[in-house]
Nanobody
Framework: QLVESGGGLVQPGGSLRLSCAAS????????MSWARQAQGKGLEWVSA???????IYVDSVKGRFTIARDNAKNTVYLQMNTLKPEDTAVYYC?????????????WGQGTQVTVAS
């Protein structure tokens, strides 16, 4: 089970931290990804963190977003800084890395992020 939280309404340039609480699988050995879906658009992979702590990002968020994990809490985070209106979307997490992202089709409720003045 994956439960996303932390979304909200923020002004451009602002920050939010998203959380994803995971259960039902071996979190410590699992890659974790964040993805997002803007209204009327397809699902977009955003970032992944692997069991060794390595991270990757889509180009549009590099330098602004940071993914992190707390294995003791079975939680993955997405710190989002310098937010832009184009970051507005529902954000989801998934227990896969970038290469397996397209194979995952069990999504949680997500958390809405709205960037607007």
């Amino acid at each position: 089970q994956l439960v996303e939280s932390g979304g909200g309404l923020v002004q451009p340039g602002g920050s939010l931290r998203l959380s994803c609480a995971a259960s039902g699988f071996t979190f410590i050995s699992s890659a974790m990804s964040w993805a997002r879906q803007a209204q009327g658009k397809g699902l977009e992979w955003v970032s992944a963190i692997y069991s060794d702590g390595s991270t990757i990002y889509v180009d549009s968020v590099k330098g602004r977003f940071t993914i992190a994990r707390d294995n003791a809490k079975n939680t993955v985070y997405l710190q989002m800084n310098t937010l832009k209106p184009e970051d507005t979307a529902v954000y989801y997490c998934a227990p896969v890395g970038y290469s397996d992202f397209d194979t995952w089709d069990v999504w949680g409720q997500g958390t809405q992020v709205t960037v607007a003045s």
